[in-house]
């Protein structure tokens, strides 16, 4: 699914400007034109990145409805298991990277912490949205024989478990 692909790489772009975002800020040595532009394209971008993360799930219901098994099952594989280099990369930006970058601005961009941590459960639930669709198509093609238990459904919505979700639903279809 083309959106999928779409997601994931906004997916990433985020995490870089995530990343740069507050460096360029604190290079500006203060709030100026270049500050504000930089912040103002940063969210503009995690914008651009939500909304496309909706179509992505748009299209997942609308595969689902039709039962096309196929791009479910492809988009399902492109926003869980190739966004796992995003998520360990995402820890250690918000861990490590922010921390220096909270110190060294002595606490003056500490509203912008909240920011990755609030759109990283966005991407979770976006992403699990998808996987519930190919859940939901599983569940409904297999009848009663191996069918996904509805558990699924909610360990779709956690980080890790997700994952793991997903690789052993994979293998069982």
Sequence with gaps: M?????FLAGIY???FLSAITPIGILLAGEW???SYGLFFFYLLMIGAMQLTGWICVGCSIAAYRKGYEEKLKKSVKILKLYSIPFYLLNFIV???YWFFILAGSRGILFFLLPI???ITCLII???GCVGICYIMYLRKQLGSQKKPSRT???IQLIPILDVISTLYIFHKS
């Design 2 to 6: 083309k959106t999928a692909k779409l």
């Design 13 to 15: 772009l985020h995490l």
């Design 32 to 34: 100026n034109p270049v």
């Design 94 to 96: 918000s861990f490590v």
């Design 116 to 118: 990755p941590i609030a």
């Design 125 to 127: 639930f976006q992403t």
């Design 152 to 154: 699924h459904y909610l």
